[in-house]
């Protein structure tokens, strides 16, 4: 079956730090795959994607790039800020048909002090 | 923008108690979802539906059941509440496509004591 690990948290970092989180994932079939974030008190939004092989998502000066060798998607910033300061969810979706389902992975606490 | 919205931000509980969580989107999406999130264990799928009247377990199923007589609105159903069920619950929809993004609500916080 499908799933996602995530590196264990918590990650504490000082503002301006460079941020990598690690994901890798086991999938049937070729996934699309996700990053999530939890803002405190929030439900969860998209933070960027991949479809295939290679590509690399970006927003908010966050990126990952879809490597299939090694099965990784992992989470970079050059300069976190405290607004970052939130839970980070890796997931993927292999699902051929039309329902969309996500697998998710235990999620990372990031905290991000002035 | 697409809008999810849940019944209740928080809720307490008895054990015991039938429990009624709402979710409605305004998208016209075909799939919904409900999920649970805990901490160390992420997030985890107990059922969704992708049409009217349709539904799927999840992963996590057992002391649950679900509700889909509206394309927007997904109710999740605890029979009988019991204090292994506090949790942060989450409800997703997304239209059908390999592709799509998944927009959640701000998740309903349930205490049963």
């Known amino acids: 079956g499908n799933s996602v690990t995530q590196m264990e948290g918590p990650v504490t970092l000082s503002e301006e730090a460079f941020l990598t989180i690690n994901c890798t994932y086991t999938?049937?079939?070729?996934?699309?795959l996700f990053w999530y974030v939890q803002y405190p008190g929030e439900g969860l939004q998209l933070l960027l994607k991949a479809t295939k092989a290679d590509d690399k998502g970006s927003n908010k000066g966050f990126e990952a790039t879809y490597r299939k060798e090694t099965t990784s998607f992992h989470l970079e910033k050059g300069s976190v800020q405290v607004s970052d300061s939130a839970v980070y969810f890796c997931?993927?979706?292999?699902?051929?048909?039309?329902?969309?389902?996500?697998?998710f992975g235990k999620g990372i606490t990031l905290s991000v002090r002035p | 923008d697409v809008k999810v919205t849940q019944s209740s931000r928080y809720l307490v509980k008895r054990t015991g108690e039938k429990v009624f969580l709402e979710c409605v989107q305004d998208?016209?999406?075909?799939?919904m979802f409900w999920y649970r999130q805990d901490p160390g264990l992420g997030l985890r799928l107990i059922y969704f539906?992708?049409?009217?009247?349709?539904?799927e377990k999840g992963d996590i199923p057992e002391g649950y059941s679900v509700s889909r007589e509206k394309k927007e609105r997904f109710s999740l159903i605890l029979e009988s509440a019991s204090t292994n069920q506090t949790s942060m619950y989450l409800c997703?929809?997304?239209?059908?496509?390999?592709?799509?993004?998944?927009?959640f609500g701000p998740g309903t916080r349930l205490l049963v004591l």
């Open positions: 539906s992708y049409d009217v009247k349709m539904k």
């Open positions: 998208m016209d999406h075909e799939n």
């Open positions: 999938a049937t079939g070729y996934p699309s």
């Open positions: 997703a929809s997304v239209a059908s496509g390999y592709q799509e993004t998944q927009y």
């Open positions: 997931a993927l979706s292999d699902d051929p048909g039309a329902n969309s389902k996500l697998t």
